[in-house]
Structures are given as C-alpha cells and as structure tokens.
C-alpha cells in the first residue's frame, strides 16, 4: 500500500502542495469527525502559523526535514509545548507543559507538524478509551464498537484520516490492541530504543516496572512507521540488519498457550498463515519452545508485586506477613521474568518472526465498568462466540508476553470479520533488532490472502 504520508513530503519538497494546504486539509477533517472524539486538545492558530513558517522556509530554499509535510498526534500523557497534558485525570486537567518531550522535539527538528493531543483512557489503564475530561473515543468505523486502549484516540484519529501517524505508549498493549481494533498498524521497540521521559501521571505500578513501559508508534502505513521509527530511535541501541536474501522462517502460536480466540478470529489468523506457509518456512511453536503461560503468570507476578511496593510505608507495615509474601513473589518473578527472555532469545534464534493473535476477538461493543477501583475501571467477562472470557484476559493475555520480555512488536491488519470489524496479528523480533523486524515484516505484509 503506498504511502500518503511520504507522498505528502515528496510533493511538499517539489512544491507541488504546500504545508498550509496539508493541514488546512486535516483541520476539516478533524471538525467533520469531531463526533468520534479522537483528536481531544488543539491550537488551530498556533498550527497554522507553524505551516506557514514552514512553508515560507521552503520559499527561501532553507532546508527542510525529513518530514516537512507529515502531520503527526500525541497521546495525552506525553508533552506537548503549549497544550494540555493530562493522561485523562482530572488532577492534570489544567496541566500545560512548557517544552516538548525528547520525541516530539525530534519530530518538530525534522519539519513535522504536531496536530495536537489525542485521547486515553485515566492513566492510561483500560483497553477501552474514555476518561471524565474528554469522555469515550468511538470506533472510526463502527461508533458503537471501542477503538482499543489505552493508545485509543491516536488508533482512531489515523484510521479517519486526521494525521498521519501517531506517538503514544505501551504497557500491556496500549500501542498493539487499538492498532489491531481499528486496522492500522502499530509498532512498540525494544525497551529504552525510543527515549521515555516526562510522562505525565507518572510510570505505572511504579518505577520498577518502567523497563516495560515503552514509547510506540501508529501509522496508517508500514513504511511510515518505518520512516518515524529511525528519526526517533536511539540508533545507538539497535544491531544494523542482519537479515539475507535467504528463506524467511516464520514461526506462530494461533493461541499462546490455549488461550481463548473467536472462531472467526482463528479462521483469518489461519487463513494468513496458509498464504504466508505457501512461499516460506513456517512452524506451529507451542509451550516448550516458550512458555506464554508461565510469561503471563510472571507479568501479572511482577504488577502485583510492584502495587504493593508502592503503597505508603504505613500500609505495608500494616499488612505484615502479606507484604513479606508478596515482596518474594515479586523477587522470584524479576528471576523468572529473565528465564522467560533467555527461552524466547533462544527460539527466535532459530525464526526470524514470531506471529501471534493481538486479543481473543475483534473489537467489542462498549462496555460500561460494573465497579470503579482508583482509576482502574473493573469490567464484566467478553463474550468470545459461546463463552465468556475476563475482560483482562481477553484483551491483554496475548500482548503481555511481549511486554514482560521487551521484544520489539509490529501489529499489521490481515482481514475483517463478516461484520467488517478489523483484524491484526503481532509480528514478534528479537529484542534490538527493528531493522530486521521491519524488513520481514514488509516481506509478510505482501502476501494477499483475501
């Protein structure tokens, strides 16, 4: 699929359209989807003028960046000069950031134009996105459906056309989830590759759990994430490619360990394997070769662990021989969660990608929390054809593998149900090498299976 956004910085640098016309262009559009409530905090008069600046240094024959003519959004708990930053908490809501962040300087540096803020659920701790500020971001497709979580606005701002791409973050699959909900694709790299700092409500669970925590990307393209990813990686951090003409060797897990998965969801995941298995090596890995099981219990071990150690000193005096039980459990996972890295650097030491499902269905009609803890909203179970599955372990059972090992992830849509709701899979790299992922990433995506 050809990418809009690099033809807009193509015709941009020949002078074929100007910025101003670009973003005059967005700015419409952003007013006729206001509805799905996507793009939640903007400065028309400020993006304006950053157009024609840069337009006028266009004029003058000044050098221009690698992405004058792109327009890019940012969730809102990242910083942006000039514009709210609340992480959609009322204790932030009139919170204006006097600098960018690290990467949305690198951004402007190369000539992008920065759209505005798009919406997140409370501290960013839902798949679903709403919060008491701003209120729910709809599908952009189906406004009955959610858009995914907690990346949720970014997911359906780019879907709809009202940027070209998006920054945000992802913890449990806040990139990943709405990516595969809304038919994008998505990309979170290896841990500290894309600089995190100055997020706004804080690391969650605590700073010792702030090596999962990672800055990703949205792009209505593959090339797009591409082009963004190595203007705003820490190329220091990643191996050149190593990747050879030779055959791609392609291993998936249409479960993740048994986990549950809708008929029509397994019957596409099925289908893209058979296309991709017609033209490369594939095997089918199940736990031996990695234990998702184990990986999840380990996450779960770890966020629970770091809840309790983060509780005022007084509490956890108070709960005694629990705290005691829980600061072990937390130690014997940081110790497990090493073994589970070592097993997956072993197995994608003999594939180049690992696939998998992003959640156990499409997206999901709105829910409403039966109980609200904090700002964690507690949710009834997700039908999943004639079952019920728990919220949690429907939607964040097959990213947290990835987020407890730090891999690097690509989400790429593969189909539709019979409704039209999309449908991703995870492209899985070994940690450090996003060139490689990128590359066979771009090999897999060719292949029309429908």
């Known amino acids: ?55 006028s240094n266009i004029k003058a024959g000044k050098s221009i960046g690698k992405l004058c003519g792109a327009v890019i959004t940012v969730k809102d708990n990242l910083e942006v000069k000039g514009l709210r930053a609340t992480a959609g908490m009322k204790k932030f809501q009139n919170n204006i950031p006097s600098k960018d962040c690290v990467v949305v300087k690198k951004l402007r540096d190369e000539g992008a134009i920065i759209l505005g803020k798009t919406n997140m659920p409370a501290g960013a701790m839902d798949m679903q996105t709403f919060n008491e500020i701003y209120g729910r971001t709809d599908h952009p497709d189906f406004p009955e459906y959610t858009c995914g979580g907690s990346s949720g606005g970014g997911a359906a701002a780019i879907k709809l056309g009202l940027c070209d791409a998006d920054i945000g973050n992802d913890f449990m699959g806040s990139i990943r989830v709405p990516a595969h909900f809304c038919g994008i694709y998505g990309m979170v790299g290896t841990d500290k590759v894309i600089p995190l700092e100055n997020m706004v409500g804080g690391k969650p669970y605590g700073s010792t759990m702030s090596n999962i925590l990672r800055i990703g990307i949205q792009a209505a393209n593959l090339s797009d994430l591409h082009l963004l990813f190595t203007i705003i990686a820490d190329d220091s951090k990643i191996f050149p490619s190593t990747r050879n003409s030779g055959q791609l060797k392609i291993a998936y897990s249409k479960d993740c360990g048994e986990l549950p998965i809708s008929k029509e969801y397994v019957a596409c995941f099925t289908d893209f ?17 990695f234990n998702f099981q ?63 499902p992003v959640t156990a269905t499409a997206s999901f009609q709105h829910k409403c929390p039966v109980r609200i803890l904090g700002h964690q909203a507690i949710y009834d179970d997700i039908p999943v054809d004639d079952t019920k599955v728990s919220y949690s372990v429907a939607n964040m059972g097959y990213t947290t593998p990835f987020s407890l090992t730090g891999n ?27 060139h490689d992922l990128l590359k066979c990433t771009g090999i897999i995506a060719q292949c029309d299976i429908n």
């Open 1 to 55: 699929m050809e990418s809009k956004m690099i033809r807009q910085i193509e015709n941009v640098k020949d002078r074929k359209i100007t910025v101003l016309e670009i973003v005059k262009e967005r700015l419409t559009l952003l007013e006729r989807h206001k509805s799905i409530n996507a793009v939640i905090c903007y400065d028309e008069k400020t993006v304006l003028e950053q157009a024609i600046e840069l337009d």
């Open 273 to 289: 394997i058979k296309g991709l298995s017609a033209k490369y090596y594939v095997n089918e890995i199940h736990q031996a070769e």
């Open 294 to 356: 184990k990986s999840r219990e380990c996450f779960l071990k770890l966020l629970y662990g770091n809840m309790s150690l983060s509780l005022p000193k007084i509490v956890r005096l108070m709960m005694g021989s629990k705290m005691s039980d829980k600061l072990k459990d937390y130690l014997n996972a940081e110790e497990k969660r090493e073994e589970c890295i070592v097993q997956l650097d072993q197995m994608l030491a003999e594939y180049d990608i690992l696939l998998t």
């Open 408 to 434: 690097p992830v690509i989400v790429i849509p593969i189909g539709r149900t019979a409704k039209g709701l999309p449908l991703g899979i995870q492209v899985v790299g070994r940690r450090m090498y996003e």
